[in-house]
């Protein structure tokens, strides 16, 4: 398996699996698939493994945990904190106070079964809690040893440079695919300067790209993406008529549309990650195999003309489900 380097000097393999839809937001689960896919995924070298104390609520990391016992050695585990669930699934709301987030991380060291954590993750930031108090927090928690590394998700610039200010951070979670390219704007560039890893999650466009979804009826009951601005009405013939596109590429270089997606992510930098995620074997063996295709710098060009940025339409998020939804 072929490795990359997040900041701080976290080596990770190049392709992470995203962890989330095993437990919740796409449709019914299957734990015994789930839990092969895991130990296929370990067995590949995909080593890289993100989930969140809200998937489920809770449930992801329970299903981790269990999975990867026996071989904690081999992976580099990455949870998240910030978005607050009780357990019957009621969202609270964004928390970033130091005090919940020191009972969130005993809570998922115990849920994963595990004694540390290799990427902990503040999953969106709290605009009522000042992010140095956040961040001085988790500083302890790294010098408890609870926690190696820490990262961001979805922050604005400002927010990154004041938390890197308390702590340095290893790596920030963003959208990031032919679909969803906002982190060039800024992120990217911010990320280079301070010496921060992108890991770029729904590098596939939640499905979109892979060119299996046809229809905006096809989701089943669960599925958040039924409600999805970009898998809805006139937003979703645009889009699909967009990935009817990359189609036609990944047919000529004899690869899958999610292949070529992949790739495409892989190609813009040796300090990006993406963790597509699956909950089937069959998918995930696909997803590994985008490691070894090469893209030519005219395939890229054709590739920016047939998706070039701002071309997808409709917004990332349904009204209201921002912070609850984010991968």
Known sequence: MKQRTLGQGLTVSALGLGCMGMSEFYGTGDEAESTATLHRALDLGVTFLDTADIYGPFTNEQLVGKAIAGRRDEVVLATKFGIERRPDGTRVGVNGRPDYLRQACDASLRRLGVDHIDLYYQHRVDSSVPIEDTWGALAELVAAGKVRHLGISEATPDAVRRAHAV??????QYEYSLFTRDPEEQILPLF??????LVAYSPLGRGFLTGTITSPDQFDAG???????RFQG??????????AELEQVAHGKGVTPAQLALAWVL???????????TKRRAYLEQNVAALD?????EELTVLEKAAPKGA????????????????
């Open 167 to 172: 702590h340095p951070i290893t790596a920030g």
């Open 192 to 197: 280079r300067e301070l010496g921060i890893g």
């Open 293 to 297: 295709i090469a893209l030519t710098a």
């Open 234 to 243: 006139e937003n979703f013939a645009a889009n699909r008529a967009l990935v």
């Open 267 to 277: 190609a813009q930098g040796q300090d990006v990650v993406p963790i597509p995620g």
């Open 312 to 327: 997808v339409a409709g917004e990332r998020y349904a009204a209201g489900n921002v912070p609850q939804i984010r991968s």
């Open 223 to 229: 599925d958040f993406r039924a409600s999805n601005p």
